[in-house]
Every structure is written in structure tokens, then in C-alpha cells.
Nanobody, 123 residues
């Protein structure tokens, strides 16, 4: 399965962006991670295969929403009230089996990774 992320860009603090990640095949859990310069990649959000279960990092709860459209094999990340500290390269990830547990998800749980899309937030 290949993942293609898109939707990144430059936005002012307080603004919104929507990231998309299209998968070339069926997946179970899909998630978003991000990596800022000089920092480790960190979990952002996860959604299970039917969209009934979502998880978020504490830092994005109430501001970001993950969703998916299985007819399009696509996962979305709606990011609102963006802060300068949200700036990072955002990566989508997916699994070929259902994973359980709580946030934060370990990146080791994911089998497929997209190429990343840059999000820049100006203050």
C-alpha cells in the first residue's frame, strides 16, 4: 500500500488547514504523525477502520479532527486554531491490521508511511 499526503502549506496562527492522505489499497487504522526540526516524530491522531474510534495527542485535542472516507481510501486531518508550535512535516501512516490501545500511538505500530507534507504556521 502506498500513501500520498497533501494539503500542507503556510498559514497564519489561528488559521486552518486540511491535510489529506490517499491510500492505494485497503487499510485498517490510519494515523498522522509530525516532526518538527530538531525533534523526534510524534503522534498526532489515529482513526480506526470504520471511523468509529479516534485518538488524539493531548496537544491537538479540540483543535484537530481526523476522519476518513473508505470509498476513497483517504484519511483527512482538519487542523483548526493552528499555533506556531504545530509547524512540522506531517506524515500519514496506516496499518494492515486493526490496532488497539490508547494515545499516544507508537510509530512502530504502523506498517505504511507517506512522504510527508510541510505545515508552516506564521505568528
Amino acid at each position: 500500500v502506498q500513501l500520498q499526503a497533501s494539503g500542507g502549506g503556510l498559514v497564519q496562527a489561528g488559521g486552518s488547514l486540511r491535510l489529506s492522505c490517499a491510500a492505494s489499497g485497503r487499510t485498517f487504522n490510519m494515523g498522522w504523525f509530525r516532526q518538527a526540526p530538531g525533534k523526534e516524530r510524534e503522534f498526532v491522531a489515529d482513526i480506526n477502520w470504520n471511523g468509529a474510534s479516534t485518538l488524539y495527542a493531548d496537544s491537538v485535542k479540540g483543535r484537530f479532527t481526523i476522519s476518513r472516507d473508505n470509498a476513497k481510501n483517504t484519511v483527512y486531518l482538519q487542523m483548526n486554531s493552528l499555533k506556531p508550535e504545530d509547524a512540522a512535516v506531517y506524515y500519514c501512516a496506516a496499518t494492515f491490521r486493526e490496532i488497539l490501545g490508547t494515545a499516544p500511538r507508537s510509530e512502530r505500530l504502523y506498517d505504511y508511511w507517506g512522504q510527508g507534507t510541510q505545515v508552516t504556521v506564521s505568528s
